[in-house]
Nanobody, 124 residues
Framework: QVQLVESGGGLVQAGGSLRLSCAASGRTLSMFDMGWFRRAPGKEREFVSAISWSGGSTLYADSVKGRFTISRDNAESMVYLQMNTLKFEDTAVYYC?????????????????WGQGTQVTVSS
């Protein structure tokens, strides 16, 4: 198993930036593909971004492409989500997620380890 703890959320004005962090423990991070998901008020949880175990493959939801960047540091057991040009509709609880590495191009499915989430609020 792997334990995930998110941090870095907060209140930011539209157009601003935030960097979310996810600290992983319990297993070697390189054994996992990692992802970020979010749940906005009154909506279902949705995929935001994912990165393969090596960092060589990334995937983004269309709604964040060009604004968000996912990265990882396996040596430090950390995963990051840099969020730029934030919009009101990015307001949500953001969750870090993990799945056993598939050693293929990363996809948005199959994540089964979850953190507790961090709130991101974008004021318009």
């Amino acid at each position: 198993q792997v334990q995930l703890v998110e941090s870095g959320g907060g209140l930011v004005q539209a157009g601003g930036s935030l960097r979310l962090s996810c600290a992983a423990s319990g297993r070697t991070l390189s054994m996992f593909d990692m992802g970020w998901f979010r749940r906005a008020p009154g909506k279902e949880r949705e995929f935001v971004s994912a990165i393969s175990w090596s960092g060589g493959s990334t995937l983004y939801a269309d709604s964040v492409k060009g604004r968000f960047t996912i990265s990882r540091d396996n040596a430090e057991s950390m995963v990051y989500l840099q969020m730029n040009t934030l919009k009101f509709e990015d307001t949500a609880v953001y969750y870090c997620a993990a799945r056993s590495a598939r050693f293929t191009r990363v996809t948005s499915d199959g994540f089964h380890y979850w953190g507790q989430g961090t709130q991101v609020t974008v004021s318009s």
